[in-house]
C-alpha cells in the first residue's frame, strides 16, 4: 500500500486554492497592459496626425500662393486650440505660428513685447 506524504497533500491544497488567484491575477495584469499599450498607441496617433497636420500647413504656406497660406495659417492656429495637440508638441507649433503670423500680420503687430520671455497665445482655446 502506498500513502501519500502530508507534504503533497499540503502543496496539492495550496495549488488548488492559489491557482484561480493566479488566474486572476494575470487577466488583471494583462488588462492593464492593453490599457497602457492602447493610451501609448493613442498619443503616438495624435502625434502623427498632429505632424502631418502641420507638414501640410508649412507645406501650403510656402506655396506662396495668398490662398494656401490663408489655410496654412488657419491650420495652424486651430491646431492649437485642438486637443490633438499634445502638450510636448504645443512649443514647436506655437514657435511656427507665430513666425508665421509675424510674416502674415507684420512684425508691427509684436513690437511691443518687449519682454522675450511672453508668450503669444491665439485664439480663445489656447490655454498653454
Known amino acids: 500500500m502506498f500513502v501519500i506524504p502530508t507534504w503533497i497533500s499540503v502543496v496539492g491544497v495550496i495549488v488548488t486554492v492559489l491557482s484561480p488567484f493566479l488566474a486572476l491575477g494575470g487577466v488583471v495584469l494583462g488588462g492593464y497592459l492593453t490599457r497602457k499599450s492602447d493610451r501609448e498607441l493613442d498619443v503616438w496617433r495624435h502625434r502623427e496626425e498632429t505632424m502631418r497636420m ?24 486651430s491646431l492649437m486650440r485642438s486637443e490633438l495637440l499634445q502638450p510636448e508638441d504645443y512649443d514647436l507649433v506655437a514657435a511656427l505660428t507665430a513666425s508665421v503670423a509675424i510674416d502674415r500680420v507684420g512684425a508691427d503687430a509684436y513690437a511691443d513685447l518687449a519682454d522675450a520671455d511672453t508668450m503669444i497665445v491665439e485664439g480663445e482655446g489656447a490655454d498653454g
Open 54 to 77: 502641420v507638414r501640410w500647413s508649412v507645406e501650403q504656406i510656402l506655396e506662396g500662393t495668398d490662398a494656401g497660406t490663408d489655410a496654412g495659417v488657419v491650420t495652424l492656429r
